[in-house]
């Protein structure tokens, strides 16, 4: 496992952009976002591969927001713009160490998290 940090989350209003970031302590092969709101179980957002060579979005936000990586930094974001009332919630980063057999969007693919940041969108 890996230590991950978010930030960048806060409360904007509909239609603005926020970028959150994850501070890995070492390398992951998968990177991921997965948000969750009080009541629901936590859902995939989107994820990014160690080479850059796949990303993965959910249909929810495809079109909207962008996922990248600085690989030397062990470092990645999530830009997100025209942000809706319905993107409210606790996003969290997800990586994995061990490169299991299992896709990115599975919340078993991963075994390190972030202890999550808020981001509010009002309307």
């Known amino acids: 496992q890996v230590q991950l940090a978010e930030s960048g989350g806060g409360l904007v209003q509909a239609g603005d952009s926020l970028t959150l970031s994850c501070a890995a302590s070492g390398r992951t092969f998968a990177m991921g976002w997965f948000r969750q709101v009080p009541g629901k179980s936590r859902e995939f957002v989107s994820a990014v591969m160690w080479t850059g060579s796949s990303q993965y979005y959910a249909d929810s936000v495809k079109g909207r927001f962008t996922i990248s990586r600085h690989t030397a930094k062990n470092t990645w974001y999530l830009q997100m713009n025209l942000l809706k009332p319905e993107d409210t919630a606790v996003y969290y980063c997800?990586?994995?160490?061990?490169?299991?057999?299992?896709?990115?969007?599975?919340?078993?693919?991963?075994?390190?998290w972030g202890q999550g940041t808020q981001v509010t969108v009002s309307s």
């Open positions: 997800a990586g994995d160490t061990r490169y299991p057999d299992t896709h990115p969007y599975f919340e078993e693919r991963y075994d390190s």
